[in-house]
Structure formats: C-alpha cells, structure tokens
T-cell receptor, first 112, second 112 residues
C-alpha cells in the first residue's frame, strides 16, 4: 500500500517565523509532489509542485525534495496569520492508471 | 471557465436512502477523482477514472459506485446511505496525471 505520511500537528509558530512542514512517502518511484493548502470548510488549492531533487522557491514558499530519502518539505518564511490552514502533501505514484495519494495533512496555526 | 463543479453543496439523507453526487469539469481532463474527508482528517480516495469508460477503486469504495460515460462527468452514487458516510465529498480532476489537480467546492453530506 502506497502511503504518504505527515505529522498532523498542530504546528504553532509566531507571526514572522519560519514554518516547516514535512512529508514522507513510501513509493520510491514517485516522481511528482504537490503541496495543497486547505482552509477550514474550503476545498484544497495547490500552492507548490516539485518534480526534481533540490529546492523550488515561490515567494515566501520553498518546497524541498529528496528522492533518496523519500522526503519532501514545505517552508513558509515570514509566516502570516493568513497562512493558518491545513497543508496537504500529495504524491503521484507515476504509474499509468494510478491516482494522486494524499497525506492526512498538517494543521498550521500562526499567532499574531 | 467553470473548472470542476459539484452539486449539491449540502444534502441531508435518511438512513437507507440513495443519491447521486454530480461532478463535471470543462477542462478536458482525463483523470477524475472522488475523495471523502471526515472532520479533522485527510482525503481518502473513493474511486477514480483515467478516462471515459474506465474506473477503478480507491482506498474506501464500499457503499459507493461510479460511472464515467463522458470525459466531463463523473457522478458518485451512494446506495443505502449509512451514518458512516457522513462526510465532505470532493471531486477533482487533472491532465495529465502528474499535473495540478483541481478540486470542486465539495458536497457536505449528512446521513441521519
């Protein structure tokens, strides 16, 4: 069974701090990785995708991928109260005819 | 561009009733998915489809059925509703498989 694991949290950080969210996956052949943000009562929305080892930066967000360790992370710099949400890690097993697999999500709370 | 549209947004069912959750997308996506999300939990895959006429079970298919007669539509059928099916249901789609999945607004279903 392919799995995606996340610490459910809650992760609490003060405003302006760096929030670090982690995700591990079991399927070594996975090639595509996504971070979604979900506000309470809303549907998930994509904030980052990453396909290659290393870092990918987009504004205050940085995704990091280490395929050898089967580990993907999301860093949020200068955290804002509006970043308070649940962050879902999703993995594409990269096999024809398979579905995206989501982790349970990490709840982030940013206090002002 | 409407994206992924789900109907209804809310529904209350009595135990033993049946209903169909509708999902349609106008992005010509091959892949479509149904997830359920219980309070405080992540997304669990119910069924998915890689194209018209092709469907496959996900992690929690029992009590549900799907069909995919067209590229655009992917309805989810609940037969003999049970309280355990109280959840928020999300439909999503993407094309190709390793790109961003777009989500519908969700259907909040309560079975009493």
């Amino acid at each position: 069974q392919k799995e995606v694991e996340q610490n459910s949290g809650p992760l609490s950080v003060p405003e302006g701090a760096i929030a670090s969210l982690n995700c591990t996956y079991s399927d070594r052949v996975s090639q595509s990785f996504f971070w979604y943000r979900q506000y309470s009562g809303k549907s998930p929305e994509l904030i980052m995708s990453i396909y290659s080892n290393g870092d990918k930066e987009d504004g205050r967000f940085t995704a990091q991928l280490n395929k050898a360790s089967q580990y993907v992370s999301l860093l949020i710099r200068d955290s804002q109260p509006s970043d308070s949400a649940t962050y879902l890690c999703a993995v594409n097993p990269n096999q024809a005819g398979t579905a995206l697999i989501f982790g349970k999500g990490t709840t982030l709370s940013v206090s002002s | 561009n409407a994206g992924v549209t789900q109907t209804p947004k809310f529904r209350i069912l009595k135990i033993g009733q049946s209903m169909t959750l509708q999902c349609t997308q106008d992005m010509n996506h091959n892949y479509m998915y149904w997830y359920r999300q219980d309070p405080g939990m992540g997304l669990k895959l119910i069924y998915y489809s890689v194209g018209a006429g092709i469907t496959d079970k996900g992690e929690v298919p029992n009590g549900y059925n799907v069909s995919r007669s067209t590229t655009e539509d992917f309805p989810l059928r609940l037969e003999l509703a049970a309280p355990s099916q109280t959840s928020v249901y999300f439909c999503a789609s993407n094309k190709p498989q390793d790109t961003e999945a777009f989500f519908g607004q969700g259907t909040r279903l309560t079975v009493v």
